[in-house]
């Protein structure tokens, strides 16, 4: 078991009709808020108009429009902007992982003199941050539990994840209800996601039987939950559940004492969604188990029989090579029942720029330490069989 | 799923040799410390000394002698005296939860003007209490990872759990190898206390999968450490896995969005220990395959079953009550296997002040609202078939 310096201050707020509680906390920051959201669905959901009714009280500046894979420019630039000029007290993030990621650079941004690229790309630590309040729309990433963001950078392919304790969220408003509209593709997205969030913790070298278990139940409960969600998109306890399993996904208590695993689909991933923006949740699916069955060796077998009992309820007394393909099937199988394109030509990825990409992350995503080490090769290699 | 507010700012610095990092936090508080602990085994293990060489540059006060089911008066009473004739900055608990839970109601009681005892019984709610950082050296109560501690007023035979959102601690030190000297008895009391917190958030109306895979996770972790860590007590990766699987136990994380369930067992051993000064974890260990005995029904046989399956592997194709009886008896040959005594007798408590006791804990815990309600008669039997 590894050393570990743990805390997540954030508050969560959870359950159907909590947005009663924002104005009390919004006001416990200031009274200059900026609004972040997205593409108008917080509108369709009469959302919108809830938090500018609850917080009438307030002066809110808005950003709209932030994208999906945010965009330094011009969403990050000109957050920072506003909250500059209007000397914003606290930001609002309403809506999905993106919206909130977005969010916490500009919070950042917000409280650095430069040019905030200097944070993102880690060449100068933040030393301040705007507190950060959001009202999470959908069930996937867990940006609303983490200090983490991802910045992706249109012209040079960067698409970076920005850590820093600064940017946890002091207050996040989770209400199921939110999520009932999600559709079917985001929904089956958001789920892969949180369940790639902990397969890539607990696929490492030094486990324990807790974080073992606490892994394997999350795998299971999205698996589960996921599926409710599809079948009928208003059941309010599947909702709640596959919200909660999320929240969880990137936090890091469920590898507190782990030993490194180098996030290696994440590395790959990043590629294909800066390269040809394309749906994260199921980038990561396409990648996962081609990632498996090329890093399946004597070295890692053991992890993926324990992976492929405890999750799948695969028998223990077959040949643990078995045992561990037929998990890795399940795993492909699991991800195309939930109706999730499973081939990256499904998404738009041709195989013309697959060296390009692999080249990317081999330079910058430090795949050479990863529990199975990948170099340039390797991520060629799974980009191909993912075609 | 229930609605649910949750936080845990605690900072937890985990593994070997993170004491290294003590100054640095201490003086983040202030030069004034308050160092509280128990009976000297921290100055066997040469933690005392090693706490005092670490903080040469503060001014220190001292509280020792703090007692298992900790007092309050003396200790609370004197540590509230000092921090306020001395002007104390911070309290630094070295020692086991006891220590720790008394140090709490210390932190709340220098912050106010009149009888800590307002606070304590509830009758006035805290408004600021002194900043605690705590190094735990036995794995059980959990108490450096929540919000609460249990005081106990000789007098009158009360023993409150005290529970305030102001007495997080503001960072814990886990060192694993501070527990090697544990003796087997308390090894073994802390394990039953942790494996009942779990328990008390188990057998509950409504769970969800998450919860229930955490929780299940939490108690095979536990029976399985703690036997390691009896066979061999300077088994590092036993020790540092009982310890985090005890740091979740009380903390709340296990039963986000479960209904109530009442707590029984804490109730009713809050009594025996109260009244006879014995070991918590060991009451705990004595009243819980009694009380699971007594409110088995075809109300509560489900959640025993999945407790019985997912925890101890019992044959899901058994009739449901055999799976529940089977389940509650490997619950007491589990307790008896790591060495607990099994019955009250054994740790002292006869039948002569039983009605009392049932009589007090009818009248104070508030049972009559849990999972399986419980009245005056209930607890009465209970304690009865624990003799």
């Not at 990433?141 to 012209?155: A, H, K, L, Q």
């Not at 207050?171 to 985001?186: G, H, N, R």
Request: hydrophobic share 40%.
């Amino acid at each position: 078991m590894q050393n570990f310096d743990y805390m997540t201050p954030t508050r969560l707020i959870f359950g159907k009709g909590v947005i009663s509680k924002l104005p009390e906390v919004m006001s416990s920051f200031g009274k200059k808020i900026l609004l972040t959201y997205g593409g108008g669905s917080i509108k369709k959901i009469g959302l919108y108009d809830k938090v500018k009714e609850l917080l009438k009280d307030s002066e809110i500046y808005e950003l709209p429009g932030i994208q999906p894979n945010p965009k330094y420019d011009p969403s990050v630039l000109d957050g920072v902007r506003i909250c500059k000029e209007k000397n914003i007290d606290v930001i609002l993030s309403v809506g999905g992982g993106s919206v909130l990621d977005c969010t916490k650079a500009i919070a950042a941004g917000a409280k650095y003199d430069g040019d905030p690229w200097d944070l993102i790309s880690y060449k100068v630590k933040a030393k301040a941050a705007l507190p950060i309040v959001d009202i999470i729309t959908l069930a996937a990433t867990g940006s609303e539990y983490d200090s983490g963001g991802v910045i992706s950078r249109t012209e040079t392919n960067d698409k970076i994840g920005y850590v820093d304790s600064l940017l946890y969220p002091a207050v996040s408003f989770l209400d199921p209800t939110y999520t009932f509209t999600v559709s079917k593709k985001q929904t089956a997205a958001g789920c892969a996601d949180a369940m790639n969030h902990i397969m890539e913790q607990y696929f490492c070298e030094d486990s324990t039987l807790l974080n073992d278990g606490f892994m394997e139940a999350g795998l299971k409960s999205l698996m589960v939950n996921a599926r409710k969600c599809l079948d009928n998109p208003e059941d309010y306890t599947a909702r709640a559940e596959m919200m909660l399993d999320c929240t969880y996904g990137c936090n890091g208590i469920y590898a507190l004492g782990n030993s490194a695993s180098g996030w290696p689909c994440h590395g790959m991933e990043h590629a294909l969604s800066a390269y040809y923006d394309i749906t994260h949740g199921e980038g990561l699916a396409i990648i996962t188990p081609r990632w498996m069955k090329h890093i399946l060796s004597d070295k890692t077998v053991d992890r993926f029989v324990k992976y492929g009992v405890n999750v799948f309820g695969i028998d223990s007394n077959l040949d643990k090579f078995d045992i561990a393909n037929k998990a890795i099937d399940e795993t492909y199988k699991f991800f195309e029942s939930i109706g999730i394109p499973m081939h990256l030509k499904d998404v738009g990825i041709d195989e013309s720029r697959l060296g390009e990409m692999a080249h990317h992350v081999a330079e910058n995503e430090g795949l050479e330490n990863a529990w199975a080490p990948l170099n340039e090769q390797d991520i060629l290699d799974i980009f191909k069989a993912s075609l």
